[in-house]
């Protein structure tokens, strides 16, 4: 089973930067995608920034232009770069992975989810 660990949330003023970190274990296998998503107390969930293997990656409107996500798909590890961080920002950040698997219909794919780092951004 794959695990996601992440790292790199904190607090910091507007205006400010954050590098998340999030890196997958437990699988022989690259990832297929792996993506951002965050959640504010009393949202819903929203998908910050995604990558595929090939490094293609898509962003948020909110966040276009300030954040930027990059990965490692021999480390099966992507980062997210944060710039220019708002109050509106703040959320718990969770990482997630596609990743293939076997199963009884041959190989297919999982998703996975980190336990989230708390990003908080004050003005």
């Known amino acids: 089973q794959v695990q996601l660990v992440e790292s790199g949330g904190g607090l910091v003023q507007a205006g400010g930067s954050l590098r998340l970190s999030c890196t997958a274990s437990g699988t022989s296998y690259s990832f297929n995608s792996m993506a951002w998503y965050r959640q504010a107390p009393g949202k819903r969930r929203e998908l910050v920034a995604t990558i595929l293997t090939g490094g293609n990656t898509n962003y948020a409107d909110s966040v276009k232009g300030r954040f930027t996500m990059s990965g490692d798909n021999a480390k099966n590890t992507v980062y997210l770069e944060m710039n220019s961080l708002k109050p509106e920002d703040t959320a718990v950040y969770y990482c997630?992975?596609?990743?293939?698997?076997?199963?009884?219909?041959?190989?297919?794919?999982?998703?996975?989810w980190g336990q989230g780092t708390q990003v908080t951004v004050s003005s």
């Open positions: 997630n992975a596609v990743f293939p698997g076997r199963s009884s219909l041959g190989t297919s794919l999982f998703r996975y």
